[in-house]
């Protein structure tokens, strides 16, 4: 039998970014918090250091700070009628599992989404009519504004030291950032980071052919730098190991060394680690969650930790799954189109090039995470007509490297045999002088494609598997070929020796790397029957119930989700300490 | 600048630096150990990403039992005073090759002294 807890003032399941922010804000403003993580403690003064880190096969091809497949994963179809299979190892999206979460292997890119995603469906049926956007395509209001939330993606940009050039400071354009960025009240902590070749070389052809590049905005300190809570940074080393590594340099931004600490100092608060949290507890009115069940990993022995509050702060993929295992709000049904849980899932889509300059040598090995030069006209950019070429969402593209591994990073032009002695003597000779230029495209939320729970696969706890129904639409499709067309003008117009050009990503694959960024499954929204959550977090069935992520968002854009995931636990840590706390009730009114 | 700028910049002033006498401003210097202090902490036993540097000044490198330091280190048979750290500091590759400190360099001769004069001050 679970051995029964002490009731404490907040549990928070996982502790990654946003389970680490509101750790630190509601144990600072009083409350008795438990966080409860399914992956260990690692210490990076022995895990992220030199020269262990750098080890490509641990941390790249073996996932050691990723979910363990093992344990649990999904199951994937692409489309309803198919059968789904389980993904028995990790390969398109790779979810932390580690105290710090996805926050310690991330690469730091860090935008702010504006009113452009906030009210996209007003905005579209504005500017292009009703019948623009297609029937089965489920975008709607987030129900929250960017002037709501423009103060806590500063208190986020200055918290994980991201580097960057503001574009537009209260309506002034600034030179040297992105022209298209909504108003900021002041400018990112840190002057943006060093310019590679490759982001040289794309910025001088980009701004030939009349757009507006600049360095993107990234959570590697530039220099060292002491954020408004006393976290300590060191200066970026462009090692070259950024994504999927903990940073050797503490220069980048991570949970890790920044809230979770200051959290951990505060005697109101406890971590445990390896504590795998199975199920949310509801009273009996059903309109109150009353704690939550969990395993402890390493021994298998069962407890439950009663809380007067639940935040949920896991993975995007899995504070979802957990909302369906508890029975927790109605799951969705994409055929009669009601329930909540589960709706909207999206992705990204892209398309890139490799461009190949014959002596010219591009050190790949030297980068940091973000060093990219990204052009925000099809993107952020509200003038660029999309009805020309059909299509709702904007794509960035963008030119640089974010860690050319010593394994993993073999570009050779098309036709090269994939092993061999041919292959060998490719990659020596193209290694140093190849480039990228690549495009990230949004996805619109589809009736279709949705999370539910599996029939026939069950994890080690022997729950249900999470199901992922999801592909591209003629939507992405035609955002893609627009953007593959735009990466490949800009590539030819730099006269590469030879190009392997971008082309559209068809259907959605499990297999090959794309981006950790799934979105949806308990969306916010402006009320109960289009959402699951309302605009402060807030679950609209059970009052005391809040659940932090990207899972919250009711479609996907182009850009990378961290800044308003951040942002959106700051506003949710406010929330609660200034009004909830007060009054423990529904934040907005059904 | 770039890395390949900063490191050469710092070799330049490696060379320059040798017998400069000039007065050192350890109050500069404590400004100047914000680029060190995201690892090394000043405080006894209280090891980060690199070793705290507590009584740094006089010790053998890789002398601390409860810090796991780089071989390289440990083989460098050097001891901790204003000239060694001088050139440590200013190309940590160069004056011991293979080490594991992260950090590319301090070029300006007047940065390192001003930061030798705040370590030999602050963490006796």
Not at chain 1, 163 to 190: H, T, V, W
Not at chain 1, 261 to 277: C, D, K, Q, T
Request: with cysteine; proline share 6%.
């Amino acid at each position: 039998m679970a051995t029964q807890l002490k009731e404490v003032d907040a549990v928070i399941v996982g502790l990654g970014w946003t389970g680490g922010i509101l750790a630190k804000e509601l144990t600072a403003a009083g409350l008795k918090v438990v966080a409860l993580e399914r992956g260990g403690l690692r210490d990076p003064a022995s895990d992220y250091a030199l020269p262990g880190v750098r080890d490509e096969l641990r941390y790249v091809h073996r996932h050691d700070l990723m979910q363990n497949t093992a344990r649990d994963t999904l199951t994937i179809r692409n489309k309803p009628a198919q059968e789904a299979l389980p993904m028995r190892q990790l390969g398109s999206f790779l979810p932390g599992e580690v105290v710090g979460g996805s926050g310690v292997h991330w690469s730091g890119h860090t935008w702010r989404w504006s009113d452009n995603e906030f009210k996209i469906r007003t905005l579209y049926e504005e500017r292009y009519g009703k019948g623009y956007i297609p029937a089965d395509m489920t975008i709607q209001d987030w129900g929250i504004t960017y002037a709501e939330l423009e103060p806590y993606y500063d208190k986020f940009e200055y918290c994980a030291a991201v580097s960057g050039k503001a574009g537009n400071i209260r309506g002034q354009i600034q030179p040297g950032g992105n022209p298209f960025e909504a108003p900021r009240q002041r400018d990112y902590p840190l002057p943006p980071l060093t310019p590679i070749l490759s982001n040289v070389v794309f910025s001088e052809a980009a701004r030939n052919v009349g757009y507006h590049p600049f360095l993107r905005p990234s959570a590697n300190a530039s220099r060292a730098y002491t954020n408004p809570d006393g976290s300590k940074f060191g200066a970026c080393q462009y090692c070259g190991f950024c994504q999927r590594f903990g940073c050797e340099a503490n220069a980048k931004g991570s949970p890790h060394m920044t809230v979770i600490p200051i959290a951990m100092r505060n005697p109101n608060f406890e971590l445990r680690a390896n504590s795998w949290v199975t199920k949310v507890q509801k009273d009996s009115s059903g309109k109150r969650v009353t704690g939550v069940t969990y395993t402890n990993v390493l021994n298998g022995e069962e407890f439950e930790q009663p809380a007067s509050m639940v935040l949920l702060c896991a993975y995007a993929i899995n504070n979802v799954h957990l909302m369906l295992l508890s029975g927790i709000g109605q799951p969705y049904d994409p055929v009669s189109q009601k329930g909540v849980i589960g709706k909207n899932y999206c992705y990204q889509t892209g398309a890139g090039s490799t461009l190949f300059f014959e002596n010219r040598n591009f050190n790949p090995f030297m980068s940091a995470g973000g060093s990219s030069a990204t052009c925000d006209d099809f993107n952020q950019n509200w003038n660029f007509d999309r009805s020309s070429h059909g299509f709702v969402g904007g794509f960035t593209v963008a030119a640089g490297v974010n860690t050319a591994l010593p394994i993993g990073y073999r570009p050779v032009p098309g036709g090269t045999p994939p092993w061999g002695k041919e292959w060998k003597a490719a990659t020596a000779k193209w290694y140093q002088t190849a480039m990228t230029i690549g495009s990230s495209g949004s996805v619109m939320a589809n009736r279709y494609n949705c999370y539910d729970l599996d029939p026939t696969y069950k994890n080690a706890f022997g729950q249900p598997l999470m199901r992922m129904t999801f592909d591209y639409t003629e939507n992405e499709l035609k955002m893609g070929r627009h953007a593959a067309q735009i990466v490949n003008d800009i590539a030819k117009s730099m006269n590469p020796t030879r190009l392997n050009p971008a082309s559209v990503r068809q259907s959605w694959s499990v297999v090959p790397y794309q981006s950790t960024h799934n979105t949806g499954g308990t969306i916010m929204g402006t009320n109960p029957q289009n959402s699951a959550l309302n605009k402060y977090l807030q679950n609209w069935d059970c009052h005391n119930l809040f659940v932090v992520g990207a899972n919250v968002f009711p479609h996907n854009a182009s850009y990378n989700p961290t800044g308003p995931v951040g942002a959106l636990a700051y506003w949710t840590a406010d929330a609660i300490k200034n009004r909830y706390m007060k009054n423990p009730a529904p934040l907005v009114s059904a | 600048m770039t890395l390949s700028k900063l490191l050469l910049s710092s070799a330049i002033a490696l060379l320059a630096v040798t017998g400069a006498a000039q007065a050192q401003d350890a109050k500069r210097g404590e400004k100047l150990y914000e680029e060190c202090v995201a690892c090394h902490s000043k405080d006894r036993g209280a090891h980060g990403i690199g070793p705290a540097l507590h009584g740094v000044i006089g010790r053998k490198a890789a002398e601390l039992a409860d810090f796991r330091y780089s071989p390289a280190l440990k083989r460098s048979g050097i001891t901790w005073n204003t000239q060694s750290l001088e050139s440590y500091i200013a190309d940590p590759q160069k004056a011991v090759p293979a080490n594991r400190m992260p950090y590319a360099g301090m070029p300006e001769a007047r940065d390192r002294a001003d930061l030798i004069a705040y370590i030999r001050a602050a963490m006796k």
